[in-house]
């Protein structure tokens, strides 16, 4: 491959790496402010909502009910897809909310609150090293 389809490849990596981890710090932030803020509740599953998967799995993500510090009840559906059986309608599972807009909820677990957070950064920064590598080390196979 010649040179320069290198190099242009390594900088719209490193581009793609900046807006990655850009994206990544904003979410930490907002993460962070949410978290700061959130109040803690328990909820309850209410049902489960099932999709088939490309590989022809069945994941499903919770349907949760929860009180807010008024008594106001909320109902939230989680991000969260699972494989069967992790979650049971019934059971009881920790939220956290924002006070003044309790629809925005989450389930409290480091994966529901950081995932999306760590997945870009990590990313961003690798996709900016390995186009940094790939702009000072070019090969011509």
Not at 123 to 136: A, D, T
Request: proline share 3%; glycine share 8%; with cysteine.
């Amino acid at each position: 491959m010649p040179i320069f389809i290198i190099k242009i490849i390594s900088l719209s990596l490193i581009i793609t790496g900046i807006a990655m981890a850009i994206f990544g710090v904003n979410l930490f932030v907002k993460t962070k402010n949410f978290k700061k803020g959130a109040i803690r509740t328990i909820g309850t599953i209410m049902k489960l909502e099932s999709k088939l998967t490309k590989n022809k799995n069945t994941v499903c993500r919770p349907v949760i009910s929860f009180e807010n510090e008024k008594g106001e009840v909320f109902v939230i559906t989680s991000d969260d897809f699972q494989g069967e059986g992790y979650y049971k309608t019934g059971n009881q599972i920790e939220i956290l909310y924002d006070k003044s807009n309790p629809t925005e909820a989450t389930i409290n677990t480091f994966a529901n609150i950081w995932g999306k957070t760590i997945y870009f950064i990590v990313i961003g920064l690798f996709c900016i090293l390995f186009g940094i590598y790939l702009f000072y080390h070019p090969t011509n196979r």
